[in-house]
Protein backbone atom coordinates (compact mmCIF):
# COMPACT_ATOMS: atom_id res chain seq x y z
CA UNK A 1 0.00 0.00 0.00
CA UNK A 2 1.58 3.33 -1.15
CA UNK A 3 2.19 6.06 1.93
CA UNK A 4 0.06 9.03 1.26
CA UNK A 5 3.09 10.84 -0.36
CA UNK A 6 3.27 8.25 -2.70
CA UNK A 7 -0.39 8.40 -3.47
CA UNK A 8 -0.55 11.54 -4.26
CA UNK A 9 2.73 12.42 -6.16
CA UNK A 10 2.92 9.26 -8.36
CA UNK A 11 0.42 9.43 -10.67
CA UNK A 12 1.01 13.27 -10.95
CA UNK A 13 4.86 12.64 -12.08
CA UNK A 14 3.31 10.25 -14.41
CA UNK A 15 1.47 12.84 -16.01
CA UNK A 16 4.90 14.67 -16.85
CA UNK A 17 3.72 17.48 -15.05
CA UNK A 18 6.05 19.52 -12.45
CA UNK A 19 5.09 18.76 -8.82
CA UNK A 20 6.33 20.42 -5.32
CA UNK A 21 5.94 17.99 -2.73
CA UNK A 22 6.03 18.97 0.97
CA UNK A 23 6.68 16.13 2.90
CA UNK A 24 9.07 15.00 6.18
CA UNK A 25 11.62 12.89 6.21
CA UNK A 26 10.58 9.37 6.87
CA UNK A 27 7.60 9.52 4.74
CA UNK A 28 8.41 7.47 1.77
CA UNK A 29 8.94 10.12 -0.51
CA UNK A 30 11.95 8.70 -2.65
CA UNK A 31 10.13 5.93 -3.54
CA UNK A 32 7.61 8.71 -4.39
CA UNK A 33 9.67 9.89 -7.57
CA UNK A 34 12.19 6.58 -7.88
CA UNK A 35 9.13 4.43 -8.53
CA UNK A 36 7.53 6.71 -11.72
CA UNK A 37 11.16 7.75 -13.04
CA UNK A 38 12.20 4.27 -13.27
CA UNK A 39 8.64 4.11 -15.15
CA UNK A 40 9.36 6.82 -17.51
CA UNK A 41 13.09 6.54 -18.28
CA UNK A 42 12.38 2.39 -18.56
CA UNK A 43 12.18 3.31 -22.99
CA UNK A 44 14.95 5.29 -24.41
CA UNK A 45 19.05 4.98 -23.61
CA UNK A 46 21.71 7.61 -22.26
CA UNK A 47 24.77 8.85 -24.24
CA UNK A 48 27.99 9.57 -23.16
CA UNK A 49 28.33 12.36 -20.13
CA UNK A 50 24.06 13.16 -21.49
CA UNK A 51 22.46 12.18 -18.36
CA UNK A 52 18.88 11.88 -19.00
CA UNK A 53 17.71 12.54 -15.32
CA UNK A 54 19.34 14.14 -12.56
CA UNK A 55 18.78 14.40 -8.69
CA UNK A 56 20.31 16.70 -6.38
CA UNK A 57 20.56 15.67 -2.80
CA UNK A 58 22.28 18.23 -0.08
CA UNK A 59 24.29 15.16 2.03
CA UNK A 60 26.37 12.43 0.60
CA UNK A 61 24.63 9.93 3.11
CA UNK A 62 21.51 11.04 1.46
CA UNK A 63 22.17 10.89 -2.13
CA UNK A 64 23.87 6.88 -1.46
CA UNK A 65 20.28 6.14 0.04
CA UNK A 66 18.58 7.21 -3.14
CA UNK A 67 21.11 5.78 -5.29
CA UNK A 68 20.63 2.35 -2.99
CA UNK A 69 16.40 2.60 -3.71
CA UNK A 70 17.43 3.00 -7.32
CA UNK A 71 19.39 0.09 -7.42
CA UNK A 72 16.28 -1.95 -5.39
CA UNK A 73 13.78 -0.38 -6.95
CA UNK A 74 15.01 -1.23 -10.39
CA UNK A 75 16.45 -4.42 -9.80
CA UNK A 76 14.47 -5.31 -12.92
CA UNK A 77 15.43 -2.81 -15.57
CA UNK A 78 18.85 -1.76 -17.10
CA UNK A 79 18.80 1.47 -15.98
CA UNK A 80 22.32 2.86 -15.23
CA UNK A 81 23.24 5.29 -12.43
CA UNK A 82 26.29 7.34 -11.06
CA UNK A 83 26.67 8.84 -7.62
CA UNK A 84 28.27 11.88 -7.52
CA UNK A 85 29.13 13.17 -4.35
CA UNK A 86 31.98 14.69 -2.48
CA UNK A 87 35.27 13.06 -0.70
CA UNK A 88 35.53 10.12 -3.27
CA UNK A 89 37.67 9.49 -6.35
CA UNK A 90 36.81 11.84 -9.56
CA UNK A 91 38.67 9.61 -11.75
CA UNK A 92 36.29 6.85 -11.34
CA UNK A 93 33.03 8.85 -10.85
CA UNK A 94 34.10 10.03 -14.90
CA UNK A 95 34.28 6.66 -15.73
CA UNK A 96 30.85 5.48 -14.91
CA UNK A 97 29.99 9.29 -16.74
CA UNK A 98 31.86 8.37 -20.17
CA UNK A 99 29.54 5.70 -19.95
CA UNK A 100 26.45 7.35 -20.38
CA UNK A 101 24.16 7.45 -17.43
CA UNK A 102 20.13 7.29 -17.17
CA UNK A 103 20.24 8.81 -13.69
CA UNK A 104 22.70 10.41 -11.99
CA UNK A 105 22.43 11.16 -8.42
CA UNK A 106 24.86 13.96 -7.14
CA UNK A 107 25.60 16.63 -4.76
CA UNK A 108 25.38 20.24 -6.01
CA UNK A 109 29.33 21.13 -5.24
CA UNK A 110 30.35 17.72 -6.93
CA UNK A 111 28.18 18.14 -10.12
CA UNK A 112 29.34 21.74 -10.59
CA UNK A 113 32.76 20.69 -10.56
CA UNK A 114 32.99 18.18 -12.85
CA UNK A 115 30.30 20.17 -15.44
CA UNK A 116 33.15 22.87 -14.99
CA UNK A 117 35.49 20.49 -15.99
CA UNK A 118 33.42 19.45 -19.20
CA UNK A 119 32.91 15.83 -17.68
CA UNK A 120 29.14 16.33 -17.56
CA UNK A 121 26.88 17.71 -20.90
CA UNK A 122 23.54 18.62 -19.28
CA UNK A 123 21.38 19.62 -22.38
CA UNK A 124 19.90 15.98 -22.77
CA UNK A 125 18.35 16.03 -18.81
CA UNK A 126 14.30 15.37 -19.16
CA UNK A 127 13.73 15.17 -14.77
CA UNK A 128 15.12 17.04 -12.71
CA UNK A 129 14.53 16.28 -8.79
CA UNK A 130 15.89 18.79 -5.89
CA UNK A 131 15.42 16.28 -2.79
CA UNK A 132 15.00 18.00 0.53
CA UNK A 133 15.45 21.75 -0.44
CA UNK A 134 14.84 23.12 2.73
CA UNK A 135 18.34 21.64 3.93
CA UNK A 136 20.14 23.01 0.60
CA UNK A 137 19.21 25.72 1.46
CA UNK A 138 20.53 25.83 5.16
CA UNK A 139 23.43 24.46 3.94
CA UNK A 140 23.52 27.41 1.55
CA UNK A 141 23.49 25.45 -1.59
CA UNK A 142 20.88 27.54 -3.32
CA UNK A 143 23.24 29.64 -5.25
CA UNK A 144 25.23 26.27 -6.54
CA UNK A 145 21.60 25.00 -7.50
CA UNK A 146 20.39 28.29 -9.66
CA UNK A 147 23.47 27.90 -11.87
CA UNK A 148 23.02 23.62 -12.52
CA UNK A 149 19.42 24.69 -13.51
CA UNK A 150 20.12 27.60 -15.31
CA UNK A 151 22.33 24.67 -17.48
CA UNK A 152 19.36 22.72 -18.18
CA UNK A 153 16.92 22.62 -21.37
CA UNK A 154 13.73 24.43 -20.53
CA UNK A 155 11.58 21.03 -21.76
CA UNK A 156 12.00 19.29 -18.48
CA UNK A 157 9.92 18.35 -15.88
CA UNK A 158 10.68 19.49 -12.54
CA UNK A 159 10.21 17.66 -9.05
CA UNK A 160 10.81 19.75 -5.86
CA UNK A 161 10.56 18.24 -2.29
CA UNK A 162 10.87 19.71 1.05
CA UNK A 163 9.81 19.31 4.08
CA UNK A 164 8.71 23.42 4.68
CA UNK A 165 8.24 26.38 2.14
CA UNK A 166 10.14 29.22 3.29
CA UNK A 167 10.05 31.97 1.05
CA UNK A 168 13.43 31.23 -0.55
CA UNK A 169 12.14 27.67 -1.89
CA UNK A 170 9.09 29.64 -3.00
CA UNK A 171 11.26 32.16 -5.34
CA UNK A 172 12.98 28.94 -6.66
CA UNK A 173 9.85 27.15 -7.69
CA UNK A 174 8.23 30.41 -9.13
CA UNK A 175 11.53 30.54 -11.20
CA UNK A 176 11.91 26.64 -12.25
CA UNK A 177 8.99 25.01 -12.00
CA UNK A 178 5.79 25.25 -14.42
CA UNK A 179 2.25 25.53 -13.71
CA UNK A 180 3.40 23.22 -10.76
CA UNK A 181 1.06 20.89 -8.74
CA UNK A 182 1.30 21.15 -4.98
CA UNK A 183 1.02 17.95 -3.03
CA UNK A 184 1.34 18.28 0.85
CA UNK A 185 1.37 15.83 3.65
CA UNK A 186 0.33 17.26 6.82
CA UNK A 187 3.68 17.48 8.77
CA UNK A 188 3.06 15.95 12.17
CA UNK A 189 2.47 18.61 14.80
CA UNK A 190 3.82 16.78 17.81
CA UNK A 191 6.93 14.68 18.39
CA UNK A 192 6.42 10.97 18.11
CA UNK A 193 4.63 9.54 21.43
CA UNK A 194 7.45 7.53 22.29
CA UNK A 195 9.85 10.31 21.99
CA UNK A 196 10.71 12.96 25.14
CA UNK A 197 11.98 16.89 24.57
CA UNK A 198 13.62 18.32 27.46
CA UNK A 199 15.68 22.09 26.98
CA UNK A 200 18.34 22.80 29.82
CA UNK A 201 19.92 26.00 30.07
CA UNK A 202 23.69 26.05 30.82
CA UNK A 203 26.45 28.61 30.16
CA UNK A 204 29.09 28.21 27.57
CA UNK A 205 31.97 26.97 30.22
CA UNK A 206 28.99 24.01 31.96
CA UNK A 207 27.95 22.65 28.54
CA UNK A 208 30.14 19.61 28.91
CA UNK A 209 30.16 19.23 32.44
CA UNK A 210 26.16 19.06 32.05
CA UNK A 211 26.38 16.69 28.58
CA UNK A 212 28.30 14.19 30.97
CA UNK A 213 25.90 14.26 34.24
CA UNK A 214 22.85 13.83 31.02
CA UNK A 215 24.95 10.33 29.83
CA UNK A 216 24.90 9.34 33.51
CA UNK A 217 22.30 9.98 35.14
CA UNK A 218 19.85 8.59 31.86
CA UNK A 219 22.54 5.51 32.03
CA UNK A 220 22.86 6.16 27.93
CA UNK A 221 23.99 3.53 25.84
CA UNK A 222 24.29 5.12 23.01
CA UNK A 223 23.66 8.51 22.29
CA UNK A 224 24.11 11.72 18.69
CA UNK A 225 25.29 14.22 19.97
CA UNK A 226 24.61 17.29 17.73
CA UNK A 227 26.99 20.37 17.37
CA UNK A 228 26.69 24.04 16.04
CA UNK A 229 30.10 23.70 14.15
CA UNK A 230 32.57 21.39 12.67
CA UNK A 231 35.14 22.93 15.05
CA UNK A 232 33.21 21.92 18.32
CA UNK A 233 33.34 18.50 17.13
CA UNK A 234 36.43 17.48 17.60
CA UNK A 235 37.39 18.69 20.79
CA UNK A 236 34.13 17.60 22.34
CA UNK A 237 35.58 14.09 21.30
CA UNK A 238 38.41 14.26 22.53
CA UNK A 239 36.93 15.62 26.08
CA UNK A 240 34.48 12.81 26.02
CA UNK A 241 37.36 10.04 25.12
CA UNK A 242 38.99 11.93 28.17
CA UNK A 243 35.94 11.40 30.63
CA UNK A 244 36.56 7.06 28.93
CA UNK A 245 34.02 7.64 26.58
CA UNK A 246 33.72 5.68 23.55
CA UNK A 247 32.99 8.44 21.30
CA UNK A 248 33.78 9.56 17.38
CA UNK A 249 33.60 12.50 15.41
CA UNK A 250 31.39 12.87 12.31
CA UNK A 251 31.46 16.11 9.83
CA UNK A 252 31.85 17.34 6.82
CA UNK A 253 35.46 17.31 6.71
CA UNK A 254 36.30 13.95 6.78
CA UNK A 255 36.80 12.03 3.81
CA UNK A 256 34.33 9.56 2.55
CA UNK A 257 35.64 6.29 3.42
CA UNK A 258 36.56 7.68 7.29
CA UNK A 259 32.68 8.87 7.11
CA UNK A 260 31.02 5.26 6.65
CA UNK A 261 33.70 3.48 8.71
CA UNK A 262 32.52 5.46 11.54
Known sequence: AP???QEKAIPIILMSRDLIGLAQPGTGKTASFTLPMIEMLSSGRARMRMPRSLVLSPTRELAAQIAENFDKYGKYHRLTKALLVGGESMGEQIKVLEKGVDVLIA???RLMDLFERGQILLSDLKILVIDEADRMLDMGFIPDIEK???KLPPTRQTLLFSATMPDEIKRLSDKFLTNPKLVSVAPPASPAQN???KMLKVSQAGKKR???DIIA???VKNAYVFCNRKRDIDSL???LKQKGFS????????VQAKRTET
Request: hydrophobic share 40%.
Open 237 to 239: VTW
Open 148 to 150: IVS
Open 247 to 254: AAGLHGDM
Open 195 to 197: VDH
Open 217 to 219: REN
Open 3 to 5: TPI
Open 107 to 109: TPG
Open 210 to 212: ALQ
